[in-house]
């Protein structure tokens, strides 16, 4: 019913960039928000950064100063930038969606993207 599909990552040099993209599609009628996580092997899963529909954005403090989050409400897609990476910030990163479907509100998971940082 819905279909999170994350593009943008990679492998690149410390101190470099990516953008992270990530589309909703599906039968959705609403977005509460959207949002970043990353897994890195043998870690639990964090999450990166939020935004709400309203605009609000939460950010882990670690990465809040290197990540933006940012948000096409029409196109159901939602970004991150990241700047400045460093290898710790190598994981799996995942998009998430919090959405209304058929009058019901659920999480949903896109498959992840690799993003590699070397040094």
């Known amino acids: 019913q819905v279909q999170l599909v994350e593009s943008g990552g990679g492998l690149v040099q410390a101190g470099g960039s990516l953008r992270l993209s990530c589309a909703a599609s599906?039968?959705?009628?609403?977005?509460?928000?959207m949002a970043w996580y990353r897994q890195a092997p043998g870690e639990q899963r964090e999450l990166v950064a939020r935004i709400f529909s309203d605009g609000n954005v939460n950010y882990a403090d670690s990465r809040k100063d290197r990540f933006t989050i940012s948000r096409d409400n029409a196109k159901n897609t939602v970004y991150l930038q990241m700047n400045s990476l460093k290898p710790e910030d190598t994981a799996v990163y995942y998009c998430?969606?919090?959405?209304?479907?058929?009058?019901?509100?659920?999480?949903?998971w896109g498959q992840g993207t690799q993003v590699t940082v070397s040094s």
């Open positions: 998430a969606a919090n959405c209304r479907v058929r009058g019901i509100w659920n999480n949903y």
């Open positions: 599906g039968i959705i009628s609403a977005i509460n928000s």
